[in-house]
């Protein structure tokens, strides 16, 4: 069982930035990619990003590349979402997700432990 908790939420202007963290508790994070997704109001979760369990292999979602990085460091059992130059449209609960494979996936489907989700609203 892997638990999961996020932080880093909060209200941010249009072009500001805000770092997320997922941080994991109970068996091995080591061995778990992790996937953040994100929920706006009467919509479905959509994927944002993904890293494998080393840290070397990234997917960033076509609608937040080159604004958004996930990162990885296992020693403290964390995944970070660096989030740049953030929309209106990027308002949602973001969650984080870990799965039992190493690889990189982007259905939510293939995710086995979710976080409770952070808050992020982006004013214009």
């Known amino acids: 069982q892997v638990e999961l908790v996020e932080s880093g939420g909060g209200l941010v202007q249009a072009g500001g930035s805000l770092r997320l963290s997922c941080t994991a508790s109970?068996?091995?994070?080591?061995?778990?990619?992790v996937g953040w997704f994100r929920q706006a109001p009467g919509k479905e979760r959509e994927f944002v990003a993904a890293?494998?369990?080393?840290?070397?292999?990234?997917y960033t979602a076509d609608s937040v590349k080159g604004r958004f990085t996930i990162s990885r460091d296992n020693a403290k059992k964390t995944v970070y979402l660096q989030m740049n130059s953030l929309k209106p449209e990027d308002t949602a609960v973001y969650y984080c997700?870990?799965?039992?494979?190493?690889?990189?996936?982007?259905?939510?489907?293939?995710?086995?432990?979710w976080g409770q989700g952070t808050q992020v609203t982006v004013s214009s």
């Open positions: 109970g068996r091995a994070f080591s061995r778990n990619a």
């Open positions: 890293i494998d369990y080393s840290g070397d292999d990234t």
């Open positions: 997700a870990a799965r039992s494979g190493t690889l990189v996936v982007t259905p939510t489907t293939r995710y086995d432990y």
